[in-house]
């Protein structure tokens, strides 16, 4: 897998489990939904740095993320509590929707 397929799964990935659309993160980074989708697919040659920092920020993640070609290596330590439980119940079925958790 080459890095614009990493970036392009990890993308997606990252933009489901937040809950957007690809018009919404497009219109929020300043890009057309077009090349959004190209970004996603692995279509764009170079999506540039800007877009990339401007992704990380929107997505809450750090660049480095979108570059793991494995994230499913990374430990991930929830804790939960009555002010958090909804949004941790989210984002277990987030992960389990991409086939990440059991």
Do not use: H
């Amino acid at each position: 897998m080459n890095e614009r397929e990493t970036i392009a799964i990890n993308l997606k990935r990252y933009r489901l489990f937040k809950g957007l659309s690809q018009k919404e993160l497009a219109k929020r980074i300043g890009v057309t939904s077009d090349t959004l989708s190209k970004l996603e697919t692995g279509r764009q040659e170079n999506p540039g740095l800007k877009y990339l920092r401007s992704i990380c920020r929107e997505l809450d993640i750090s660049i480095e993320e979108l570059f793991m070609v494995n994230p499913q290596t990374l430990k991930l330590e929830i804790v939960a509590s009555d002010k958090n439980i909804e949004m941790v119940r989210a984002f277990i079925q987030a992960f389990r929707n991409l086939n990440l958790v059991k």
